[in-house]
């Protein structure tokens, strides 16, 4: 109980942070109607005469604005538009029509913005990848779409799955919360093999957000939230084709049709199939370099708009994804015994139906509510050599979300209800595991924004876990504009999820370790509580010109401490894999600095440094968390001719790893306490020709590194020293690829 009244009196504390202001505002819309059609006019500026009181319209045209004693006089304007002044009185919602201009030469603004960026109008800090920064890389599903981006890390999990997983703020990818249109996505089953299920042609835009995010999105999230925007009716091209091919046969064909049902209804079907039939051995260890593969995903959703506020969406998704690696001597249809080929097998297929439902208030633009829901069944079936690994998941999740203001537009606030079950069913070899959650939560998130230097975001949920227990979810995000350039955000809060401890780490099945629990703290689940960790951040930006160029400098710091952590062990013997609970600290720190800078005209510069410090307490002591470089570089470099010709070039450099004990290995068998460090470089020419067409040629892995013997006893997979797990750089070498792309509008 004596938890509860701190959880009340937290709840209490946040609510009185509101200060309500009870000045009116003004509600308008402004259009532009040209050829008999209206159209919304984003950017207008809307201001008192006479005054600094202003504000500009919204996407959509809209705008709120507090009235001023000062004047009663309200100007529209924009350029191009003749401008408006309207006498206010006492109307609470204005329409406002502005007419081109009869005379205007032909004026060119040029303006300077990378293809990705932080939200400068944002009080989370939040990363935007638009499209544009997606085609600089051949960006084939989501765990490729990175590669230009140096907040985010994506590596191998083992040499023989060709399964990937994200890392960032020098944590792994199920601690951060990747939502497809800010609904649960690659989560359970999927937060590690996930990352392929997303064609990256499918992909509009992605925003990162680093440390805690919205309380909006749930409690799970750590180290951050990775949200993906997928192509929708209402901005699709009417058709956009994709093709790609690579040196080692991997072939992808991406198709995406929009058609609109009369006036208020539209679709949107994505369709993808890619293929990796071919075997390859470049580094001669008997293995395939990449498993050959096959995978079909086909997405279909409807958008409907009406013109009395309702917006409603809703779709399904279905998935195949097969992939056969191991020996290269190895074929599905034999009997697995030690005395024949090693083999790997992983296959999923998932079925998903999704919706939203929301409603915005007639003349109350800022008043609405919104209804999302997603549910998915996925199976999945693996085996590592003669380690099976089997897998059933259901899902269930809805939101309730309803947003408005106190006051005025200063004051706003989201709250909500939620709902999740979730059931796994696993089989590791003779070991049967279930788990069935159900999770119900509240929230309630205020937001405070003068409208000129300061937003301030606070919030907080609760959510009764039917295995765990109660959930208690605090988070704040602050930023302050002590100049028009400058902004400086700070962030809070703590982040609780429930590890699935063997789907995310089965690369220790592609070894003959032997796994093991420890330190068991619950009957429920696999024996061990919920991970929780606190996350505290900064970031400053600062915009800047030099020589009448425009850049941008980002610098951030963040510290993750864990109050409790699932730890894979993997220090202790070579031959054993154990997963125990945290004693003693676990903690990361990471800082990075980056760049974003117009070198010349057309000819943009980022370029990036990140420090990591991982720390876990295991049972021998503090040691550095393994395969996790503490010192990275990033350098890209974009051109783009006025013939529309693009070229992009990307350096990493990656610093030492530390690598798991196996000094009681035979010598020949043995690797150093730390690996080398490497450079890797890719580079794409891209270009663009009229009626809609694209072609791209490219190259990763620029210098042919790979790592040298990355599988130990790779001749001997059934013996007590084989492991194909300690992975810290690339498997492969020098990758050439070519793709085209074709969109009707």
């Known amino acids: 109980m004596k938890g509860n009244y701190h959880i009340v009196l937290t709840l209490i504390l946040l609510t009185s942070f509101v200060n309500i202001s009870f000045s009116q505002s003004l509600f308008g819309v402004v259009i532009t109607e040209e050829s008999g059609k209206k159209e919304p006019l984003f950017g207008a500026n809307v201001y008192w005469q006479g005054t600094t009181i202003g504000t500009t319209t919204k996407e959509n045209g809209t705008f709120f604005i507090d009235r001023t004693e000062d004047s ?32 205007l030469n032909e004026v060119v603004v040029e303006g300077w913005k990378p293809s990705s ?16 920064e997606l085609f600089k890389a051949a960006c084939c599903n ?40 800010n609904m649960p996505g690659l989560r359970g089953l999927s937060s590690n093999y996930g990352l392929t299920f997303i064609p990256g042609s499918w992909i509009n835009s992605i925003q990162v957000t680093k440390g805690v995010g919205s309380v909006v999105n749930g409690h799970e999230s750590i180290a951050g939230q990775i949200n993906v925007e997928l192509k929708k009716p209402q901005e699709s091209d009417k058709l956009f084709l994709n093709g790609y091919v690579n040196q080692s046969g991997r072939t992808e064909l991406n198709t995406i049709y929009t058609q609109r049902v009369g006036e208020k209804w539209a679709t949107t079907t994505l369709l993808h199939g890619s293929i990796r039939p071919t075997k390859m051995d470049n580094n001669d260890d008997g293995f395939l370099d990449f498993p050959i593969s096959d995978q079909v995903n086909f997405v279909n959703r409807w958008v409907y708009k009406s013109k009395k506020g309702w917006l409603g969406q809703f779709g399904v998704k279905v998935l195949e994804d097969n992939k056969i690696g191991g020996q290269t001597s190895f074929d599905e249809d034999m009997e697995r015994t030690s005395s024949n080929p090693y083999g790997v097998k992983l296959s999923s297929t998932k079925y998903e139906g999704f919706g ?25 079936n693996s085996y590592f050599g003669l380690n099976n690994y089997d897998a059933d998941e259901d899902y269930v999740y809805s939101n309730l979300i309803y947003q408005s203001i106190i006051g005025n537009t200063k004051h706003k606030f989201k709250t909500g209800l939620s709902y999740s079950y979730n059931h796994i069913d696993e089989g590791l070899n003779a070991l049967q595991l279930d788990r069935t959650e159900h999770v119900t939560g509240g929230f309630f998130e205020y937001t405070y924004d003068n409208l000129d230097d300061l937003i301030v975001i606070a919030g907080a949920r609760l959510d009764y876990n039917s295995l765990f227990g109660e959930i208690f979810t605090p988070r704040i995000h602050v930023k302050y504009s002590p100049f028009e350039t400058t ?48 996350n505290f951040g900064l970031n400053v930006s600062q915009e800047f010109r030099l020589n009448y160029r ?111 004990n196996t000094r009681t290995n035979p010598e020949e068998f043995r ?74 509008k």
């Open 72 to 103: 009663k006089k309200l100007i529209v304007s924009f350029v191009g538009y003749a401008s408006d002044t309207i006498e206010i009185t006492n109307q609470t919602s204005i329409n406002v029509t502005l007419n081109p201009e009869t005379t």
């Open 117 to 132: 960026g932080i939200n400068y109008l944002e009080g989370i800090n939040t990363l935007e990848m638009s499209e544009d």
């Open 142 to 181: 989501l765990s490729e779409s990175f590669e230009t981006n140096p907040s985010v890390d994506v590596s191998f999990t083992d040499a023989v799955s060709g399964t990937k997983q994200i890392q960032m703020l020098g944590l792994s990818g199920p601690n951060v919360m990747i939502s497809v249109e």
């Open 356 to 380: 939203k439902l929301g409603h915005v208030f007639s003349g109350k633009e800022y008043k609405s509510f919104g209804f999302q829901f997603n549910t998915y069944k996925q199976n999945f």
């Open 487 to 534: 902004a400086i955000r700070l962030s809070a809060g703590s982040g609780t999820r429930t590890a699935n401890i063997i789907s995310e780490n089965t690369s220790v099945l592609a070894s003959s370790r032997t796994v093991l629990f420890e330190n068991l703290q619950t009957n429920m689940g696999y024996g061990f509580e919920q991970d929780k960790a606190w």
């Open 550 to 660: 425009d850049g941008v400098i980002n610098f951030d710091i963040y510290h993750t401490k864990f109050d409790n952590q699932v730890i894979l062990d993997l220090d202790r013997n070579p031959q054993e894999a154990v997963f125990t609970s945290l004693i003693g600290d676990s903690y990361s720190n990471s800082l990075q600095f980056q760049v974003d800078y117009e070198l010349l005209k057309r000819l943009d510069l980022r370029m990036a440094y990140r420090w990591l410090d991982v720390t876990v307490d295991y049972n021998i002591g503090e040691l550095q968390k393994p395969l996790f470089p503490q010192n990275r570089a990033f350098l890209n470099l974009e051109y783009e001719t006025l013939n529309k010709w693009a070229f992009d070039y990307t350096v990493q450099w990656t610093g030492e790893q530390r690598i798991p």
């Open 671 to 744: 690797r150093s306490e730390y690996s080398e460090d490497f450079v890797l470089m890719n580079a794409q020419i891209t270009k663009t020709f009229d009626k809609g067409w694209a072609v791209y040629v490219g190259m990763e892995n620029v210098t042919d590194y790979q790592q040298k013997d990355a599988i130990i006893a790779a001749n001997d997979p059934f013996g007590a020293f084989f492991d194909s797990s300690l992975i810290w750089g690339p498997i492969f070498g020098r990758m050439a690829y070519v793709g085209f792309r074709y969109r009707i």
